[in-house]
């Protein structure tokens, strides 16, 4: 190959790389919904597949995400069960086969349904990612960064809660086995099932929900405007 040829080719390759990072910079935003939106949406693809007997590739997929979550079917959505939607106990999970040594790998069953690739937390963090992002797309000239100052108030509740968990279960304490502290916090306002079940509406289910949306708002609200800023100046 000639010295010509060689400058040819190195030209073709250093104009196709800046075309490309000047079409990532003019559409980053469609690109990150775009992923984002692929990310979750093969969360609710693997109990799907599962649901329709493709068991092989749906496997694949819990395997794939088990490296971003702990998959913990006591604290999963399933799909396909008796309400379209559910959420089930430790209790229910171990009645119904699920390994205490290996709890992630339960993934349900035609009566009960099969669980999301992610838990709860997980899915409200990624779920509010690209549903913000998709908000910012549409407002995103009225948006400004979120502040520093807000970030540690977004993100410490589901840090409290998360490593509360952890300590209790390394510890063997049992200050988070069961909700009595927020029954004494409250009075008792609510039903006994708001404080001991996991379904949907109870303590446990909105915790994790709720902090988990707050972690995905403040990521989308800090890093977005901050990246359109920065390529605008492109």
Request: proline share 5%.
């Amino acid at each position: 190959m000639g010295t010509h040829t060689v400058a040819n080719h190195t030209l073709f390759l250093s104009n196709g790389v800046d075309r490309l990072s000047s079409a990532l910079a003019r559409h980053w935003l469609l690109a990150c919904n775009v992923l984002s939106g692929l990310f979750i949406g093969l969360v609710v693809v693997a109990p799907l597949l599962m649901a329709v007997g493709l068991e092989r590739p749906a496997r694949l997929l819990y395997a794939a995400y088990a490296l971003n979550c702990h998959q913990l079917p006591q604290r999963s959505y399933y799909l396909f069960g008796p309400h379209g939607i559910d959420t089930y106990s430790l209790e229910q999970v171990l009645a119904w086969g699920a390994d205490p040594a290996h709890l992630r790998g339960f993934v349900g069953n035609a009566e009960v349904g099969f669980k999301m690739a992610m838990a709860h937390r997980n899915t409200a963090i990624f779920s509010t990612v690209f549903v913000a992002g998709l908000v910012y797309a549409l407002f995103r000239r009225r948006v400004p960064p979120l502040p520093w100052k807000w970030v540690p108030l977004l993100v410490a509740p589901m840090l409290v809660d998360g490593l509360s968990h952890v300590v209790n279960e390394i510890t063997g304490l049992g200050f988070r086995s069961t909700n009595a502290w927020a029954a004494w916090l409250t009075g008792g306002a609510f039903a006994p099932a708001f404080y001991t079940g996991t379904s949907v509406g109870s303590l446990n289910w909105m915790l994790r929900t709720v902090t988990g949306a707050l972690v995905g708002l403040a990521t989308i609200w800090l890093l977005y405007p901050l990246l359109n800023k920065e390529f605008v100046r492109q």
